[in-house]
């Protein structure tokens, strides 16, 4: 059965730190991993990585994939009060298999 | 402009009764999605359809059951509602399903209570 996992669960740090989310994940006929950012309501779409070693960037944050070893990173720099989220991470076949998340605060 | 809506956006209501939600998407996509995300925030998929077509249909009990009357609608209808149902329900839509796979927009979800 495919499964996505994530961790750490949750983290907690202070404005200013750096942050790394892992992703694991088995997939039969792996396509691709998107990453999404969830506040109050609806997670918004992150990255989409489908190629291993290229990373995505998006200002603070960037992301990449390892193929090989089955897993993606997502790192955010210099943290702010506004990166406080849940982050998810999602991969499949013709359907999406979500990891159950990694709760991020970061505190002022 | 909202993208993908939902409605209602609360619902609380008895054990035993019927209920719909709706959701509509503006963006032109083909496919759409209805996902159950419980209270420790794991989002799990539930439904997909592509242009009207259900193409995904998960081990979910058939008092739940989607309608799409066209490729921009995708309706969610739950009868003899249980407790367990208590939920936050999100519709989403992509431009597509196969190929790569694509990004999808997230409605801004119904939380609906049954008491």
């Known amino acids: 059965e495919d499964k996505v996992v994530q961790s750490p669960l949750s983290l907690v740090v202070h404005e200013g730190d750096t942050v790394t989310l892992n992703c694991s994940y088995e997939v039969t006929n792996f396509r691709s991993l998107l990453w999404y950012k969830q506040e109050k309501k609806a997670p918004t779409f992150l990255f989409m990585l489908t190629s291993s070693g290229i990373e995505k960037k998006s200002g603070r944050l960037s992301s990449i994939l390892d193929k090989k070893e089955l897993f993606s990173i997502l790192n955010i720099t210099a943290t702010q009060t506004g990166d406080s989220a849940v982050y998810l991470c999602t991969s499949g076949t013709y359907k999406y298999i979500f990891g159950t998340g990694t709760r991020l605060k970061v505190l002022a | 402009d909202t993208a993908v809506s939902q409605t209602p956006k609360y619902l609380v209501t008895q054990m035993g009764n019927d209920k719909s939600i709706k959701c509509e998407q503006n963006?032109?996509?083909?496919?759409m999605y209805w996902y159950k995300q419980d209270s420790k925030k794991f989002l799990k998929i539930m439904f997909s359809?592509?242009?009207?077509?259900?193409?995904i249909n998960e081990t979910v009990p058939n008092r739940f059951s989607p309608k799409s009357p066209d490729k921009a609608h995708l309706n969610l209808h739950i009868n003899s509602l249980e407790l367990g149902d208590s939920a936050v329900y999100f519709c989403?839509?992509?431009?597509?399903?196969?190929?790569?796979?694509?990004?999808?927009?997230f409605g801004p979800g119904t939380r609906l209570t049954v008491t």
């Open positions: 963006l032109g996509h083909d496919t």
């Open positions: 989403a839509s992509s431009q597509d399903f196969r190929g790569l796979g694509y990004e999808q927009y």
């Open positions: 359809y592509n242009n009207k077509e259900l193409i």
